[in-house]
């Protein structure tokens, strides 16, 4: 993993809760997907969120910004709780970033307009501003050139580095990864990890579903493990990689580590 | 053997052009025309079916007459022309009859207004089609409606004015209620507050505004319409007014809400299980018994409410299908960005559902515009059966069969195979994928 030396100084856990999940359950028709899920996550935390195809912690992501609804517990997000009223999702979700598997920008718009969009029509910026704010923060995932291209002109790093622009844009206190690598080359994943690396530096809180483990061991503070729709085991990486405690986490990690 | 399996390229090599015959006519005609026996033996054949085609056509095509003032005089100068038993296009009708194809029985010493309502539409048209033009120009469209009307039917000018402030009233309570009620809510209040507007307020303001300040044309009664110009006249509205409607019933259809849902769903069905002609019977005939007696509904506008929603309900469906094509994904990163439902359809879904629906709605409007024809069957005289009806009636053109036909289909292909063009241009435009 990252060849240079992590900088440290920001990452800071707060007191202060980011996201609150209380005995939270889903299912989709009968099929029961989360089962009693806790979590706290303080601000500044960045928490990797691992386990086997199907233990459900894509869906437990997505629920943090609704995208999948959950019938029954308490999710609140920055103090907004999530409920059918249609205003605090849009609440959560402006206030929350999330970037996809397979990156989701809207191909009809240019590179900068993917990035302008939802500042200018949720935020009400003015353009210009947006324009400002966008042309920066591709500066800063480094394709500031690309601007004015389509997306289906760009490569799957490219592109996946401009999903995070767009949602840093937004300006958002937590960003979500949604398995951000899964769909890309091994040459391009470096570039899309650098990139988040470089946003855990500077304190953002986030929570990442990937399978990047030497990406947790670099920039998490915090592993959990999932097993069918449960959180089976959470620890410091370094604990969580080196003394696994239930069977099932040592299973797993033999599995994705032994080759 | 070893020291084969080692190999490092040092120089890599410079591309080079392709050997002969991969170019020129020779490849095209091979690759094209004659690949095999039976690819040679269709070409061959296709060849003397446009021959065979071209020797029956073309004599009666060169023998064309254009100066003639009957059927038979037509005759009699190919016959002398060219000797007993030849035959000969009678282009003499067209020449003399033209007027009819494109006006109908509009009063003649007023064509202008036609001609200066065509001109407006493409004014109006243009920033519409070309996204390159100034948009200042779209002030144009927004009071083409009125100033169309106004130029085709006459009358006082204070009749569209008035119809016109209809649609202010329905921006105005949209914008104020908008924010508080969202826009479904604030849309329908705008709708409701505007058909009181027009329903009650529409008639004495119109006389009021005329008795204070009488301006007004000759009025022309819509049974003068007829021709190309009443294909315009419906296919123009028509074509307008179903892609808004067909858009929102692709999205009733596609809604959560029960209601809304099964309304468009019966609505989308109903339509479309019904043949055209049975609708324009109803426009012509049942709606005046549901309708308050005393209201005089214009037939061409009845016309035009049936045919929009005979359009609106293939539209729908055609727009259906661009939204089903769009992945998942782009309606969960609208989500994710906090876009509200319309502006997440207005910005990310439509623009997409609808480049990938252009082929298809093209062809419903293509379709729409040729099925204007079929008003004939309720009395109003369109450029194909009615005005041909019209003309053969006429004693010197009696028995005259393909002339005015062709004319009228090649005046339909014209404007039809310009859509398509356009079509076509606008796919290519919008191609952002590059896939």
Not at chain 1, 74 to 84: F, K, P, S
Not at chain 1, 225 to 235: H, L
Not at chain 2, 126 to 139: D, G, N, Q, T, Y
Request: hydrophobic fraction near 50%.
């Amino acid at each position: 993993m990252a060849e240079h030396a992590i900088d440290r100084s920001k990452m800071k856990v707060s007191d202060e809760v980011a996201v609150q999940i209380t005995q939270m359950n889903k299912w989709y028709g009968q099929f029961h997907v989360l089962r009693d899920v806790n979590m706290t996550v303080h601000k500044g935390e960045r928490i990797v969120i691992c386990g086997p195809s199907g233990s459900g912690k894509s869906t437990l992501i997505r629920c943090i910004n609704r995208l999948e609804e959950h019938q029954s517990g308490q999710i609140i997000v920055d103090g907004t709780e999530l409920t059918n009223d249609l205003k605090n999702i849009d609440k959560v979700r402006s206030e929350v970033g999330m970037v996809f598997q397979h990156f989701n920008l809207f191909p009809h718009l240019t590179i900068l307009e993917n990035c302008t969009l939802a500042p200018i029509w949720v935020r009400k910026v003015p353009k210009k501003e947006a324009e400002e704010t966008a042309m920066h923060f591709l500066r800063k995932v480094k394709i500031p050139e690309q601007a004015n291209k389509y997306p289906g002109q760009l490569s799957g790093g490219q592109q996946q580095r401009v999903a995070i622009a767009r949602s840093l844009c937004m300006k958002p206190r937590i960003m979500l990864f949604d398995e951000p690598t899964s769909a890309l080359d091994p040459e391009m994943i470096k570039e899309v990890l650098d990139t988040m690396i470089e946003l855990a530096e500077e304190g953002m809180t986030m929570l990442c579903v990937t399978h990047e483990m030497g990406f947790a061991q670099a920039v998490a503070n915090r592993v959990v493990f999932m097993d069918q729709g449960q959180i089976v085991e959470q620890n410091e990486p370094r604990e969580f990689f080196n003394n696994p405690q239930s069977e099932r986490t040592k299973l797993f990690l033999s599995q994705i580590l032994g080759h | 053997m070893q020291e084969q399996l080692v190999f490092v390229r040092n120089q890599m090599l410079p591309p080079e052009a392709p050997p002969p015959g991969q170019k020129g006519i020779a490849r095209w005609m091979r690759e094209n025309l004659f690949s095999g026996p039976m690819n040679s033996a269709l070409t061959l054949l296709g060849l003397l079916a446009v021959v065979w085609l071209a020797l029956h056509v073309l004599p009666w095509l060169m023998h064309s007459v254009w100066n003639a003032n009957s059927l038979n005089e037509c005759r009699q100068i190919i016959q002398d022309r060219w000797g007993e038993g030849a035959t000969g296009a009678c282009w003499a009708m067209v020449r003399e009859r033209w007027h009819q194809y494109l006006y109908g029985f509009y009063p003649q010493d007023m064509y202008w207004r036609p001609n200066l309502a065509l001109l407006l539409l493409f004014a109006a048209l243009a920033p519409v089609l070309f996204s390159s033009l100034p948009r200042k120009m779209l002030w144009i469209t927004a009071l083409y409606p009125a100033t169309g009307f106004w130029l085709l039917w006459g009358g006082t000018i204070w009749a569209p004015v008035v119809a016109m402030m209809g649609f202010v009233v329905l921006w105005l309570v949209f914008t104020v209620l908008q924010p508080r009620l969202g826009v479904p809510v604030s849309a329908g209040i705008g709708v409701v507050a505007a058909a009181v507007w027009w329903m009650v307020l529409q008639a004495p303001m119109t006389d009021a505004l005329q008795s204070l300040a009488p301006l007004r044309i000759r009025a022309v009664d819509s049974r003068d319409f007829g021709g190309f110009l009443l294909s315009f006249v419906i296919g123009v509205t028509a074509i307008s007014a179903s892609l808004p409607m067909g858009i929102l019933l692709a999205l009733g259809r596609k809604s959560d809400m029960l209601l809304v849902r099964t309304l468009s769903v019966g609505f989308i069905e109903f339509i479309r299980g019904v043949p055209l002609i049975t609708l324009l019977f109803t426009a012509s005939l049942l709606l005046q018994y549901f309708l308050p007696p005393e209201t005089n509904f214009d037939i061409i506008l009845r016309v035009i409410i049936l045919v929009t929603f005979f359009a609106a309900a293939y539209i729908a469906e055609v727009i259906r299908g661009g939204l089903a094509a769009l992945p998942r994904g782009q309606y969960e990163a609208a989500d994710a960005l906090g876009l509200d439902y319309w502006q997440a359809q207005r910005l990310i879904i439509m623009p997409q559902a609808l480049k990938i629906s252009i082929p298809g709605i093209v062809s419903s409007f293509i379709g729409l515009f040729k099925d204007t024809t079929l008003v004939a069957f309720v009395g109003l005289n369109d450029p194909l059966k009615g005005i041909t009806q019209i003309v053969r009636a006429d004693i010197n053109w009696k028995g005259i069969y393909w002339e005015p036909y062709i004319f009228a289909g090649a005046l339909f292909f014209l404007i039809c195979f310009g859509m398509s063009r356009y079509s076509m241009w606008l796919e290519r435009k919008l191609k952002t994928d590059h896939r």
